[in-house]
T-cell receptor, first 112, second 113 residues
Framework: GENVEQHPSTLSVQEGDSAVIKCTYSDSASNYFPWYKQELGKGPQLIIDIRSNVGEKKDQRIAVTLNKTAKHFSLHITETQPEDSAVYFCAASTSGTYKYIFGTGTRLKVLA | GAGVSQSPRYKVAKRGQDVALRCDPISGHVSLFWYQQALGQGPEFLTYFQNEAQLDKSGLPSDRFFAERPEGSVSTLKIQRTQQEDSAVYLC???????????FGQGTRLTVV
């Protein structure tokens, strides 16, 4: 079955610096890749997503890139702010199924 | 509603007790999902509904877990004879259709003592 690996597990950056979180997936039929931000005691919040027919997508300070050949996708956050501190999860979904396979999460700390 | 609503937010159950967790999806969302999130882990898929039809229940860990969505809106996840390993946060998500752009509720934290 599908497996999603996520790195790093923890990431500390200085306010204003960039943060990059990387994920790899195993199922070449995966075609939808959302990223979720989860704050303590809250449910995951969808922050950006990308479909397999697109290589890059950007929304203000957040961008996601997808390399289908390498089965690899990444989240990029620029000009980080303390409120970006949270746990971030990548996920993959395969056409014809109804589930997301989540990565193990990255705890991002933005130091003021 | 404005978002996915789950109740209760917290539930403490004695081992062997039955529990029922409720999910109110976003109005008009056809698809509804249940996930289980253990402490420090990513969510794991339990089951999926399209309207009232349960199309995938492959993630339910045992026959003690049962989910329903009888009228295609509110859903209930029931766990019978709870065990300590059932302790987790149970997340509900909904989407307009299919697995894309799913929005999650705040979850129900179940603690079995």
């Amino acid at each position: 079955g599908e497996n999603v690996e996520q790195h790093p597990s923890t990431l500390s950056v200085q306010e204003g610096d960039s943060a990059v979180i990387k994920c790899t997936y195993s199922d070449s039929a995966s075609n939808y890749f959302p990223w979720y931000k989860q704050e303590l005691g809250k449910g995951p919040q969808l922050i950006i997503d990308i479909r397999s027919n697109v290589g890059e997508k950007k929304d203000q300070r957040i961008a996601v890139t997808l390399n289908k050949t390498a089965k690899h996708f990444s989240l990029h956050i620029t000009e980080t702010q303390p409120e970006d501190s949270a746990v971030y999860f990548c996920a993959a979904s395969t056409s014809g199924t109804y589930k997301y396979i989540f990565g193990t999460g990255t705890r991002l700390k933005v130091l003021a | 509603g404005a978002g996915v609503s789950q109740s209760p937010r917290y539930k403490v159950a004695k081992r062997g007790q039955d529990v029922a967790l409720r999910c109110d999806p976003i109005s008009g969302h056809v698809s509804l999902f249940w996930y289980q999130q253990a402490l420090g882990q990513g969510p794991e898929f339990l089951t999926y509904f399209q309207n009232e039809a349960q199309l995938d229940k492959s993630g339910l860990p045992s026959d003690r877990f049962f989910a329903e969505r009888p009228e295609g809106s509110v859903s209930t996840l029931k766990i019978q004879r709870t065990q300590q390993e059932d302790s987790a946060v149970y997340l509900c998500a909904s989407s307009i259709t299919g697995p894309t752009e799913a929005f999650f509720g705040q979850g129900t934290r179940l603690t079995v003592v």
